[in-house]
């Protein structure tokens, strides 16, 4: 809003963290309708304060979030990320950050529903990993050089099965590639959510036609081959 309008417009923001060990537990052991049954209250006790939309920032969120059954409008991430594609014109990705097979799923349902049919995601051995490097590192700050590696080695592999993108369903993931050279170009889902929210709040074009897109570089030899399914 500040960049928009500066320091005169007026953002009227809600924030609810709900950074409990219920819902980490819940996410842990894939119980997506217990993880519905706690963001529900959580959500209606926003639009109790007013709330005229609702946002759940994290793509792990997304697939329990679409169960909850609200007054309010949802606005999804993975639809601000397929209106950005659209706009881009690629419907082959790489999907990197989610973090399991049903978060994979629920990415490849409503992408497709935007023309991305084609979603490649590295193999259960480097998306383990991945997810030991954002929760142990990335999100405590610590990126060393085996991270960044690690990190462009399985980006590469997505780009030789055939990806023509990259979307970070983890942010934190963005911060081992800031030093990378381009090659492809790179979409940070929660970014583009951030600006599909604040468009909507504005009734304005959506975000994605104007987004700055970051690229990446290609490296050498691919360790692990990406998968895909239909």
């Not at 950074?19 to 209606?44: G, Q, Y």
């Not at 679409?66 to 209106?83: E, F, R, Y």
């Not at 929660?190 to 074009?205: G, I, Q, V």
Request: overall charge positive; proline content about 5%.
């Amino acid at each position: 809003m500040r960049h928009r309008f500066g320091y005169a417009g007026e953002v009227c923001l809600m924030s609810l963290t709900l950074n409990t060990p219920e819902l980490a537990d819940a996410l842990a052991k894939r119980k997506w309708t217990r993880v519905s049954e706690i963001l529900t209250p959580a959500a209606r006790h926003l639009e109790c304060l007013g709330a005229k939309a609702i946002v759940a920032s994290s793509s792990r969120l997304q697939l329990a979030a679409d169960q909850m059954s609200l007054a309010t409008p949802l606005l999804p991430m993975t639809d601000a990320v397929g209106i950005a594609l659209q706009t881009l014109r690629i419907s082959r990705i790489g999907l990197v950050g989610a973090s399991s097979e049903c978060e994979e799923w629920h990415w490849r349902n409503r992408l497709a529903r935007h023309g991305v049919l084609d979603v490649f995601v590295p193999v259960l051995r480097d998306r383990e990993h991945l997810a030991h490097l954002t929760v142990e590192e990335l999100q405590q700050g610590i990126v060393n050089q085996t991270t960044r590696a690690d990190v462009g080695r399985i980006v590469y592999s997505l780009r030789q099965a055939g990806a023509r993108a990259i979307v970070l369903a983890a942010p934190e993931l963005g911060l081992a590639l800031s030093h990378l050279d381009p090659v492809l170009p790179v979409l940070d889902a929660t970014e583009l959510h951030a600006l599909s929210a604040l468009d909507w709040s504005l009734n304005s074009e959506p975000p994605s036609k104007s987004a700055p897109v970051k690229k990446l570089t290609r490296e050498k030899r691919p360790r692990n081959h990406a998968t895909t399914q239909a």
